[in-house]
């Protein structure tokens, strides 16, 4: 069945270094990739959606990459902050349609 | 916020007991999907619901059921429940439009965090 990939499940960086988070999906259909942040006991919200027609998609400090052949897309923050400290899901689905998750990146960012 | 409510927040069950898990979706919303969130992993798909009908399921067993309303409630039913059903439920709502006009973002629910003992 449809499957995501996620690398690291666990990263620590020093505040204002770079992070980036990795993942890789299977379903070829896939055409939409979201990326959730879920701090403890809340619920995951949107912080960036790239959709297979684009190659790269910036918002401020977030950026996130999609290489369709591959069918590899990556989430990248610069100048990390403590607040950034949080799990971090990748997914993917057809339109919006029976989203597949990662398993998650636990991002430690150290004041 | 995002406007999409869950209730009970917190529920305790014994196994073999049953359960129905509620959901309020954002105003307009036409479609309502579940996902069970077990302790450390990421959110499992259960299914999905467009204009009251289930049009998409994962890989869950016949005794987990759901409903859709006209008023954009929705609801999950887990039967039968079993010590590996406790997890965080969470409801996403969004809008399936078929000439086109879809939107892929999902927003979620706080969850309903259930325990089978």
């Known amino acids: 069945g449809e499957n995501v990939e996620q690398h690291p499940s666990t990263l620590s960086v020093q505040e204002g270094d770079s992070a980036v988070i990795k993942c890789t999906y299977s379903?070829?259909?896939?055409?939409?990739f979201p990326w959730y942040k879920q701090e403890l006991g809340k619920r995951p919200q949107l912080i960036i959606d790239?959709?297979?027609?684009?190659g790269e998609k910036k918002d401020q400090r977030i950026a996130v990459t999609l290489n369709k052949t591959a069918k590899h897309f990556s989430l990248h923050i610069t100048e990390t902050q403590p607040e950034d400290s949080a799990v971090y899901f990748c997914?993917?689905?057809?339109?919006?349609?029976?989203?597949?998750f990662g398993a998650g990146t636990r991002l430690f960012v150290k004041a | 916020e995002t406007g999409v409510t869950q209730s009970p927040t917190h529920l305790i069950k014994t196994r073999g007991q049953q359960v129905t898990l509620r959901c309020s979706s954002q105003?307009?919303?036409?479609?309502v999907s579940w996902y069970q969130q077990a302790l450390g992993q990421g959110p499992q798909f259960i299914f999905q619901?467009?204009?009251?009908?289930?049009?998409g399921r994962g890989n869950f067993p016949p005794r987990f059921s759901g409903l859709q309303f006209p008023n954009y409630s929705s609801e999950l039913n887990v039967n039968a429940l079993e010590l590996d059903d406790s997890a965080l439920y969470l409801c996403?709502?969004?809008?399936?439009?078929?000439?086109?006009?879809?939107?892929?973002?999902?927003?979620f629910g706080p969850g309903t965090r259930l325990l089978v003992l």
């Open positions: 996403a709502s969004t809008i399936y439009g078929t000439s086109g006009g879809q939107k892929e973002t999902q927003y």
């Open positions: 379903d070829s259909a896939s055409n939409y």
């Open positions: 790239i959709r297979s027609n684009v």
């Open positions: 997914a993917a689905s057809q339109g919006g349609f029976k989203t597949i």
């Open positions: 105003s307009g919303h036409n479609t």
């Open positions: 619901y467009y204009r009251e009908e289930e049009n």
